[in-house]
Structure formats: C-alpha cells, structure tokens
T-cell receptor
Framework: ETGVTQSPTHLIKTRGQQVTLRCSSQ?????VSWYQQALGQGPQFIFQ???????GRGNFPPRFSGLQFPNYSSELNVNALELDDSALYLC????????????FGPGTRLLVL | GENVEQHPSTLSVQEGDSAVIKCTYS??????FPWYKQELGKRPQLIID?????GEKKDQRIAVTLNKTAKHFSLHITETQPEDSAVYFC?????????????FGTGTRLKVLA
C-alpha cells in the first residue's frame, strides 16, 4: 500500500451543494494530482498541484478548485454539485512535476442525489 | 486531442495462459507509460512502467513493450493466476505546457478462470 490517504471514504450530497475532499501525500512527495473516475471508466485528470501552486488542469469547469498546503496535503473543492459529479475521486502523489511515478490514494466515493 | 485507446475491454483466459493488453496513444511527445491494476473497490496500483528510451521491461510474470514509432505499448502477463483478475489501465504521460499529467485508457477487465 502507498502512504497516500484520502478522506472521507464515502460521501452523499444533494445537487447544488458544495463538497471538500482531502488528500495527504506520501512522505517526500511535493506534487498532488486529482482524478475523477466514473463507474467503468479510467481516471480523468482534474488538476495538479506542485509546491502549493496549480500546475495545470484538465477539461473540468471552474467549480472544481483546489488547494495545496505547505505540508503538501491537498483539497479538492466542488461547488454547485451536479448528478454527473457522482464518481470516485482519486488523488495521486509524486516526488516531482516531471514524469515521476504517481501513487494513488484509496479514493473518495461521492454520490450526488 | 490527447487520447489513449485500450483493447480489449474484457479478456478471459484460463489459469496458466498468457494475457496481452494493448494501448495506442496519440501524443508523440509522450515518454512515460505506466500500467495500473485496480481491484474492485480499491485504488489503482502501479504494476510496471516503461520510459521511452527503453523498448521492453520485465518484472517476473509481467512485461511491457513499447513501440514509439507506432505509438503503441502492450502489457503481457504470463502464467496467469486467479489473483491477476482485476481491471488494468494503461496511461501515457502528456507534457501540457509544463503540466505533467497522465491520460488513461478505458481499462481492460481481466478474468482468469481457474
């Protein structure tokens, strides 16, 4: 198992609400990437944080935002939740912003009703 | 646009047989290709990876081959065991203006029949 942890493990929200998901990176890692994995699909890149700054994002709207803290842990915030936001949210940490191996956390399963 | 195609979507093999999963990528600048195994309800776990300066890499029963000219790479599992049953994802790295992200394939569900 990796040293990447995520909380909470499961979450149920209603449409229009806001949610915050948390990720603690593996020791020695300064980069966190967030992915959305819909049922039966591969992970889709949301954005990446490197040394507390957003380092690029995928095709997700601005209501998906994030933060990285000095200890390199990270948060994913989603505003105005939609039904299609129901998915497994995975964070992955790595030791740099280059082509470094990413190690995934266990994920947070979000259900939007 | 950036894309990784993965085939087949499902694969059933008899225990002891070999399994091969193939991926094709679109960005010729991609140079890192990891493979992840995801069991039901669990996180994706890295099983093997390959960088573009290498054509083949092997780790016990698992091997990956890379053909940069054709932009495809493959996962080979020999002597399959029931515990190999899982969903396997390939990924290709993309350097998007300084952001190093992975584009994942759609996954292959491997069933090893005892």
């Amino acid at each position: 198992e990796t040293g990447v942890t995520q909380s909470p493990t499961h979450l149920i929200k209603t449409r229009g609400q806001q949610v915050t998901l948390r990720c603690s990176s593996q020791s020695g890692h300064n980069t966190v990437s967030w992915y959305q994995q819909a049922l039966g699909q591969g992970p889709q890149f949301i954005f990446q944080y490197y040394r507390e700054e957003e380092n690029g994002r995928g095709n997700f709207p601005p209501r998906f935002s994030g933060l990285q803290f000095p200890n390199y842990s990270s948060e994913l915030n989603v505003n105005a939740l939609e039904l299609d936001d129901s998915a497994l949210y995975l964070c992955a940490s790595s030791s740099g912003q280059g082509y470094e191996t990413q190690y995934f956390g266990p994920g947070t399963r979000l259900l939007v009703l | 646009g950036e894309n990784v195609e993965q085939h087949p979507s499902t694969l059933s093999v008899q225990e002891g047989d070999s399994a091969v999963i193939k991926c094709t990528y679109s960005d010729s600048a991609s140079n890192y290709f990891p493979w992840y195994k995801q069991e039901l309800g669990k996180r994706p776990q890295l099983i093997i990876d390959i960088r573009s300066n290498v054509g083949e890499k092997k780790d016990q029963r698992i091997a990956v081959t890379l053909n940069k000219t054709a932009k495809h790479f493959s996962l080979h599992i020999t002597e399959t065991q029931p515990e190999d049953s899982a969903v396997y994802f390939c990924a290709a790295s993309i350097d998007d203006s300084g952001t190093y992200k992975y584009i994942f394939g759609t996954g292959t569900r491997l069933k090893v029949l005892a």
